[in-house]
């Protein structure tokens, strides 16, 4: 009986494995003894876009202009050919009627603003100082819902008025008498709703790293403008003669400051500088160019006022 022969069956051979990729080299500055010092680098890994670099201006460009401000006020306050208050009421006429019955006298001296916008603007003035010495200033959130609610409240109590005003002087009905003290009281809170939102938007373009607390978180927060508008309202509305520069030159400094904030948001919108500054120092310049451009604005409103008053037969303002 023959015997059939089986061949044993090979073991099957393991499939060599890959070797482990190796991380790539970059070259790196020399090491001490000759060698170049190797760092390795993941393939994967996204190249790292290089960094702006922001570049300050130098002490004296800043020296400079805070030179250009101080000549700036004293030509306002001492140049010949009128007085202080005149050349304020000239820098504010160009948005402002000036009407001297919806205007206060202190010291028998109309203010440069009529009653409603020296309200407006101080009390924008009073605001930004208020977040200034509450280190809130560079706030980049807009404020809480029920700080935005009674906000928006003193906005329409400032419309209700204002055309109240208005059918009043068209012989139309009205719904009562029209005040100055009316006109001041809701002028402050709609300023007040002004700076509270015109300045975050203007820091969420400005400033590089963003400052995320609100302006007004809560209405406990904004409860802190009342004793101060309180004392605009008195230090308008009493015309006690000695705070006549103090109301003028407030109320001026917040319409200037105002539409300065409205070309700042304008130009770096349009242009490819927002989020580009990291201090005020650096910040200093463009704050400087947007200022001269308010001072330029309603200047140049001013004298097209002028121009249409007297094209028209009425009394340009002197």
């Not at 400032?158 to 002087?169: E, I, K, P, T, W």
């Not at 373009?205 to 508008?229: E, T």
């Not at 330029?296 to 009425?314: N, P």
């Amino acid at each position: 009986m023959a015997i059939e022969q089986v061949e044993p069956q090979s073991e099957p051979r393991p499939e060599p494995r890959p070797e482990p990729r190796q991380p790539a080299v970059s070259s790196a500055p020399m090491a001490p003894g000759g060698s170049r010092a190797a760092t390795p680098t993941s393939p994967t890994m996204p190249a790292t876009a290089p960094t702006r670099r922001v570049v300050g201006p130098s002490q004296w460009v800043i020296v400079a202009l805070v030179a250009a401000y101080v000549v700036a006020f004293a030509a306002l306050l001492f140049a010949p050919g009128g007085t202080f208050i005149e050349r304020l009421r000239a820098l504010d006429g160009g948005i402002c009627a000036q009407v001297p019955s919806h205007s206060f006298f202190p010291a028998a001296t109309q203010l440069p603003l009529c009653s409603r916008n020296t309200g407006i603007y101080l009390g924008f003035a009073l605001t930004f100082l208020t977040l200034l010495g509450a280190g809130r200033i560079r706030a980049s959130r807009l404020p809480g819902y029920g700080a935005i609610a009674v906000l928006t409240a003193a906005v329409i109590a400032l419309a209700v008025d204002g055309f109240n005003s208005l059918f009043l002087d068209l012989h139309l009905p009205h719904l009562y008498q029209p005040h100055n003290l009316l006109r001041l009281g809701t002028g402050l809170g709609t300023g007040t709703a002004m700076a509270a939102l015109l300045i975050p938007a203007a820091n969420s373009l400005i400033w590089r790293v963003d400052d995320k607390r609100s302006s007004f978180a809560s209405l406990r927060v904004l409860a802190w403008m009342l004793p101060v508008l309180a004392l605009g309202f008195l230090a308008v509305g009493s015309q006690t003669p000695w705070l006549l520069y103090p109301v003028a030159i407030l109320s001026s400094a917040g319409l200037v400051t105002a539409l300065s904030l409205v070309n700042l948001t304008f130009l770096l919108g349009v242009s490819n500088v927002m989020g580009y500054f990291r201090n005020w120092r650096q910040f200093f310049p463009m704050f400087t160019v947007v200022v001269a451009l308010a001072v330029i604005e309603l200047m140049g409103m001013f004298f097209v006022k002028q121009a249409f008053l007297s094209a028209i037969g009425g009394s340009p303002l002197h």
